[in-house]
């Protein structure tokens, strides 16, 4: 029987044509100032978050894409 996945990572895979409102998102969700908020979005791919439970990943993928992002959860 396969283990059910608890725990995901969210990673931002674009920031699509609304990089300003993914910027903003990505500050509220991790809460890190503007500026890194800012860098972590135009590396890209990048890790949003590390270890969240499916409920809270795909809570913040519907922020991110609704903002225009595309999201992977790993």
Known sequence: ???????????????????????????NITGASLMDAKKLVESAPAKIKEGVSKEEAEKIKAQIVEAGGQVELK
Request: charged share 35%.
């Open 1 to 27: 029987a396969a283990v059910e996945q608890t725990e995901f990572d969210v990673a931002l895979a674009s920031f699509g044509d609304k990089k300003l409102d993914v910027v903003k998102v990505v500050k």
